[in-house]
């Protein structure tokens, strides 16, 4: 069965650091991946989204790897700040039916000043 | 502005009976979904809908229905059928032009059963 496994124990980073997460799969071969931020209390937003045939993408401070090799992708937060303190989620296509989602359970960063 | 909206926001239940969960979305996207979240788990899938008058079974439908009736609407009922219902349900939208499309959610409904 397909299955996404991200850290589950909280990432704690100072400001100014780079936070990285990884996301890591099995039985998939996606066409694409997904990442997600998640407030306390609140919906995820949608924050980036990466195919297969693209190594890399970024949106300010945010940058995203994808290595369909090592089954893997790694999101990165440069210069981060407090208001980044989230749980951060990546979600990749379900193979059975178009447009479903498969998220994996998050992890949680804490910026501290 | 544009967006979803999921009401009421906390939901108390006593046990046995059916509580349905208002979804709604001025998005004008065809595909709805719901979502059940639990502490330290993703969100898995309930019901999912990419058209008015149609919808599907996710991983977790036992206990719970929906219905289709406007492409705006998407109520979710849980039944007392539903064996642990508290739990932190989401409600989401996305267009049906591409499978890659972004999903957006709604603030959330957190139901107790007491």
């Known amino acids: 069965s397909q299955k996404i496994e991200q850290n589950s124990e909280a990432l704690n980073i100072q400001e100014g650091k780079t936070a990285t997460l990884t996301c890591n799969y099995t039985n998939y071969s996606p066409a694409y991946l997904q990442w997600y931020r998640q407030d306390p209390g609140r919906g995820p937003v949608f924050l980036l989204l990466?195919?297969?045939?693209?190594k890399e993408k970024r949106k300010e401070r945010l940058k995203v790897t994808f290595d369909t090799t090592l089954k893997q992708s790694l999101f990165h937060i440069t210069a981060s700040q407090p208001a980044d303190s989230a749980t951060y989620l990546c979600a990749l296509p379900q193979t059975d039916s178009w447009g479903k989602l498969q998220f994996g359970a998050g992890t949680q960063v804490v910026v501290t000043p | 502005d544009g967006g979803i909206t999921q009401s009421p926001k906390y939901l108390f239940r006593k046990e046995g009976q059916n509580v349905t969960l208002s979804c709604e979305q001025n998005l004008n996207h065809d595909a709805m979904y719901w979502y059940r979240q639990d502490p330290g788990q993703g969100l898995r899938l309930i019901y999912y809908?990419?058209?008015?008058?149609?919808?599907q079974k996710g991983d977790i439908a036992e206990g719970y229905s929906v219905s289709r009736e406007k492409k705006e609407s998407f109520p979710l009922t849980v039944t007392s059928a539903q064996k642990n219902p508290t739990a932190f349900y989401l409600c989401?939208?996305?267009?049906?032009?591409?499978?890659?499309?972004?999903?957006?959610f709604g603030p959330g409904t957190r139901l107790t059963v007491l």
């Open positions: 990466i195919r297969e045939n693209e």
């Open positions: 809908s990419q058209i008015v008058n149609d919808f």
């Open positions: 989401a939208s996305s267009r049906r032009e591409k499978a890659y499309n972004e999903q957006f």
